[in-house]
């Protein structure tokens, strides 16, 4: 993904349906997806084919579509339908939908577009149709260059589904995580970064070192993680772009638990002096410390709220394990956890209106969200272990990570990747092409 | 003549629950386990002749049972002698807990060790302190027993 790759959208046509007829319901559980029909996009002759990776692409138009498709099967939200039931041609129903024989194949939505390939040019649009009404409801069009049609595929997803769902969508975004080979007692850690929905998997470290809880910048130009280079376990900085790595501060002790604040100025992580691990905040330009909480007890896992004014952490202070809230200079700190069980690993939701965590009772995992005063706690998944959510950017979704059981040999052991609506439906595994763990996902690539 | 019949009768059963009792403990893989700290010798080696490596912890607790401290005076006489030695300390977690409070854990757990082993005279030049939180288990199993093995702070010599 290069970041200078600009997206130009021209707004040609926009209808906005009054009737509202085809919609989305995301709040509660959704056991009726929506049949959507994506038609394939027509590829205007003349176009060239894709050089990407050792591939040759003839068809991009089909694989948006294949790409589109994707993305809605595995938000729980969508059906799309069989293509080999389409009755009208990609170009054809792009001009003129013969709604009939949409209506047929029960579609109640459906997608049609047009792209052509140029050198160093892609152009694409497409529209989205209401079916059941049978009016248009939006109509896109983009202008990139050819190695980003994955882009294009994912930001149609979302345009789709902001209009159908009136949330924005989550589908242009990245995950970063840790790539995962070898023995349970000697793992080989590698930072790996892929599309949301595991394409163009890159690894951002080589293995030398053990790498662990990497996370975005705001705008996902950075990564912040911890590293035992030199077995020296600190809060380190990557640049996606360069490669470049560079130590945080100059800390005589581990750092470790990183994030940055929401407006990307700080990380905020732990440091651990003499047992005892405080959470500090590193102004990144001014080089400027401070120390935010002070207790003899393990503070750790902070995550700030979207507007900055609050920080949500884990302490034992009151023994084991719990939540509390702070705001952001460390003063007025509430326990928000008084549950059965011990609390860790605390986000706020980039919605500001919840708290996802980690719940550790009798011996099981939970995966759990709760307001941010503690109250509604709801328990989404139950595992042997999982741990560390990250939010989705319109906060509906949550990835996190499991692990097996394993013997003494450390046979039966994986840790893998998973996401969960918020719903509590729609438990779906991530495939990566190595285990994973400590995933993090990024902010809306096109804001 | 009664007294040391009844006598022979209490030493048969001595002997006998002091043969059953021995052995079960010489079975390869019995570990043991006080509450949930782990009392067994699988894993340990040896720093010197008769100086533990390591000491054990119980479940999200960084106290040293008594025989931790036992453990641990030795290494620090070991110390003592060997006035050229210095070593690093690690501390670890098992894996039933999340990720980076675990690495918080470990940091306490060796910071425990370096602080008992400094009351007994070791300057504090001389122990470096690594937490590795979960991510070095010496047993891969999911099982009490093998998590037990985990929860450790292991004095390495250093190079």
Redesign the interface.
């Known amino acids: 993904m290069k970041k200078f790759i600009t997206i130009i959208f021209f707004l040609f046509f926009y209808q906005n349906s009054v009737f509202a007829v085809v919609e989305i319901d995301i709040t509660r559980g959704n056991l009726d997806p929506l049949p959507i029909a994506v038609s394939p996009l027509h590829v205007e002759s003349g176009s060239k084919d894709i050089k990407q990776g050792g591939k040759i692409i003839k068809n991009v138009g089909e694989e948006i579509s294949k790409v589109i498709e994707i993305n809605f099967k595995r938000s729980g939200l969508f059906n799309p339908l069989k293509k080999d039931s389409f009755v009208q041609s990609s170009d054809i129903a792009h001009v003129k939908p013969r709604f009939e024989d949409w209506k047929l194949i029960k579609a109640q939505a459906l997608v049609t577009g047009k792209v052509k390939v140029s050198e160093g040019k892609l152009r694409a649009e497409f529209r989205l149709w209401d079916v059941v009404a049978a009016k248009e409801m939006i109509a896109l069009a983009f202008s990139t260059t050819p190695e980003n049609w994955r882009r294009v595929a994912h930001i149609i997803s979302d345009k789709i589904y902001q209009r159908l769902t009136g949330e924005e969508g989550y589908f242009d975004t990245r995950i970063i995580y840790v790539s995962e080979t070898g023995p349970k007692t000697q793992r080989i850690k590698k930072l790996a970064i892929m599309d949301q929905d595991g394409a163009n998997v890159k690894y951002l470290t080589l293995g030398n070192e053990l790498v662990l809880t990497p996370r975005f910048s705001p705008t996902n130009q950075l990564v912040t993680y911890l590293s035992y280079f030199r077995n020296l376990p600190r809060v380190y900085l990557l640049d996606i772009e360069t490669g470049i790595q560079e130590v945080v501060g100059d800390f005589p002790g581990m750092t470790f638990a990183p994030r940055f604040s929401p407006d990307g100025k700080k990380i905020i992580m732990s440091f651990a002096k003499d047992g005892n691990s405080d959470i500090y905040t590193m102004d990144l330009e001014k080089r400027v410390v401070e120390k935010i909480t002070e207790h003899s007890s393990i503070d750790t896992s902070p995550s700030y709220s979207p507007n900055g004014k609050y920080i949500v952490f884990n302490s034992d202070r009151s023994g084991l394990q719990q939540i509390y809230v702070m705001r952001s200079d460390g003063s007025n700190v509430k326990r928000v956890t008084f549950g059965k069980g011990l609390y860790g690993t605390p986000v706020w939701s980039p919605r500001g209106d919840l708290i996802a965590f980690t719940k550790v009772h009798k011996g099981k995992f939970y995966i759990g969200v709760m307001r941010t005063d503690g109250s509604g706690e709801r328990l989404l998944t139950e595992n042997f272990y999982q741990e560390a959510p990250s939010w989705s950017p319109n906060g509906r979704v949550l990835i996190f990570y499991r692990e097996t059981k394993s013997d003494s040999e450390g046979k039966g052991f994986s840790a893998t990747l998973w996401s969960i609506d918020l719903t509590g439906y729609n438990e779906r595994l991530i495939k990566t092409e190595t285990d994973g763990s400590d995933p993090s996902w990024s902010s809306l690539l096109s804001k | 003549m009664n007294l040391s019949a009844s006598l022979k009768k209490v030493l048969l059963v001595v002997f006998a629950s002091l043969l059953l009792s021995a052995c079960a403990t010489t079975t390869k893989k019995s570990g043991q386990m006080q509450g949930d700290v782990y009392t067994g010798s699988d894993t340990i080696e040896y720093l010197a002749s008769g100086v533990q490596d390591r000491v054990f912890f119980a479940t999200?607790k960084?106290v040293l049972t008594t025989a931790a401290r036992d453990v641990l005076r030795k290494q620090a006489a070991w110390m003592r002698k060997k006035k050229d030695i210095s070593v690093t300390i690690e501390g670890h977690a098992d894996?039933?807990?999340?990720?980076?409070?675990n690495?918080?854990?470990g940091?306490?757990r060796?910071?425990?060790v370096k602080?008992y082993l400094m009351t007994y005279g070791i300057s504090g030049g001389r122990l470096s302190v690594?937490?590795y939180g979960k991510?070095?288990?010496?047993?891969?199993?999911?099982n009490p027993l093998?998590w037990s093995k985990n929860r450790r702070s292991v004095t390495v010599k250093a190079k």
């Open positions: 999200n960084s894996e039933r807990g999340t990720r980076e409070y690495l918080a854990l940091e306490r060796a910071n425990a602080d690594i937490s991510e070095r288990p010496v047993d891969s199993g999911s093998a």
